[in-house]
């Protein structure tokens, strides 16, 4: 077969699954029932939306299944996806602290050579890939089971995959380990805002967040 038909119905066969699957997702994530709090409109969802996670559907409506709602992480999950929220309301000023204050650049393109299918993430879905120091770009590769999706860091100066650099985890992690959510800065925040780090990142947006409220 000729190698630029093949490639023509690889891609046609992509864009067929992507479809599919916004539709697909669509239709499970209607909700069954709606709770206003303190930390957003909450809306109960299928086990079916995006498996059961936790999500932010825009910048006013948080996304849980039923069991989430009424387990003993209720309030640590509204914290987290407050910050989601948050994050959506005031893109701007996020995207520049990251740039500042972390050295992180997010787009929607990704990098030459990258052939990585991505993983659907709809609190960082506007631009799901992150460059650290012009570098380093952070994504969640695709996978069949969302939260065992594994998170790649692309060499864009080799070319290559490759493990976080050691300059990255002395600055976003601590004596504990690294942050459970490392793909994103959007994810990064929101779990030092909910859970607390000694990290130097932890502790510049503490201080960051800290000076908003003066």
Known sequence: MNIRLLLLLCI?????????????YKSTCSALRRV?????????????CFQGLPHTADG????????????????????HERVHLDQK???????????????????????PGLRSALRLNPDTAESPYAVWRSR???FVEDH???????????DADQGALCAPPPEWNAFFCDT???????????????EYLTLGSAAPAAQVLKKWRNSLRT
């Not at 046609?12 to 697909?24: E, H, Q």
């Not at 504990?176 to 990064?188: I, S």
Request: hydrophobic share 40%; glycine share 6%.
């Open 89 to 111: 309301q005031n893109p701007g000023a996020w995207a520049a602290f990251y740039k500042e204050a972390w050295d992180y650049e997010l787009t929607s393109t990704p990098p």
């Open 36 to 48: 206003p709090t303190e930390n957003g409109l909450v809306e109960i969802v299928s086990p079916d």
């Open 12 to 24: 046609m066969l992509a864009l067929a699954l992507g479809v599919y699957f916004c539709i697909s």
């Open 144 to 154: 069949p089971d969302l939260r065992t999706a594994p998170v790649r860091v692309w």
């Open 176 to 190: 504990r380990g690294c942050p459970h959510q490392w793909e994103h800065p959007h994810e990064l925040s929101a």
């Open 60 to 79: 006013n409506t948080i996304r849980m299944t039923e069991s989430v709602w009424n387990s003993g992480r209720r309030d640590e999950i509204l914290v």
């Open 136 to 138: 380093y770009v952070f």
